[in-house]
């Protein structure tokens, strides 16, 4: 079993949609939680990143980490065109080195107008 | 304030070749880390260099080194190259600069390593 299970999608939305990105882990040790947006042949792009528990809004997007369900998710309001790409989500502990992330196998996402 | 650079972004190498690739992490940021992406194991973490030492590593042969500069640059080597390291690595790099903070990481572009 993976540390991080994420489905791999793909997930297909109209333009304007909530979209709900989740992932859920095995390793209770996790502190820092992140999301990734990855576009085809280009390196993941930083979109949200949490410490510890709770929620997180920038924007569009917001991050919500449940520690004690070991569960964490990504909303996407208003989704547009330009979001349709591959989601990752990562997290780190500190007993393995905050820098040592655990991917998930990441979503695919594609809106459409 | 300028992103994560890598070099090269392309490569095409023959099995048995080494290569060696090339990170410039963000200004300020003192940890590098080096990621492995392929189609069927996704994102995996191969090393971490931080103040020019390895700080961590990843499960991953002996043939995978790197080093880190004084200027926090890093370079990633890989040796006797075969057709499995085909993949695209990614660099990361990240302030680290303290417990609850400063550990998200930014990435280049990567480079795409092809092993025929």
């Known amino acids: 079993q993976k540390e991080v299970e994420q489905d791999p999608g793909p997930l297909s939305v109209p333009e304007g949609a909530i979209v709900s990105l989740n992932c859920t882990y095995s390793?209770?040790?996790?502190?820092?939680f992140m999301w990734y947006r990855q576009y085809s042949r280009k390196g993941p792009e930083l979109l949200m990143y949490?410490?510890?528990?709770g929620n997180k809004e920038d924007g569009r997007f917001t991050a919500q980490v449940d520690k004690s369900s070991k569960y964490i998710s990504l909303f996407i309001r208003d989704s547009q065109p330009s979001d349709s790409a591959t989601y990752l989500c990562?997290?780190?502990?500190?007993?393995?080195?905050?820098?040592?992330?655990?991917f998930g196998a990441g979503t695919r996402l594609a809106v459409h107008p | 304030k300028a992103g994560v650079t890598q070099t090269p972004r392309y490569l095409i190498k023959t099995r048995g070749q080494q290569v060696t690739l090339s990170c410039s992490p963000i200004?300020?940021?003192?940890?590098v880390s080096w990621y492995q992406q392929t189609p069927g194991q996704g994102l995996q973490f191969l090393f971490e260099?931080?103040?020019?030492?390895?700080?961590n590593k990843g499960n991953f042969p002996g043939r995978f080194s790197g080093r880190q500069f004084s200027n926090s640059r890093s370079e990633m080597n890989v040796s006797t190259l075969e057709l499995g390291d085909s993949a695209l690595y990614l660099c990361?790099?990240?302030?680290?600069?303290?417990?609850?903070?400063?550990?998200?990481?930014?990435f280049g572009p990567g480079t795409r390593l092809t092993v025929t």
């Open positions: 200004s300020g940021h003192r940890s």
């Open positions: 390793n209770s040790a996790f502190q820092y």
């Open positions: 990562a997290m780190s502990a500190r007993s393995g080195g905050y820098n040592k992330l655990i």
């Open positions: 260099y931080f103040s020019e030492t390895q700080r």
């Open positions: 990361a790099s990240s302030a680290s600069s303290g417990t609850g903070g400063g550990y998200e990481q930014y």
């Open positions: 949490t410490y510890s528990s």
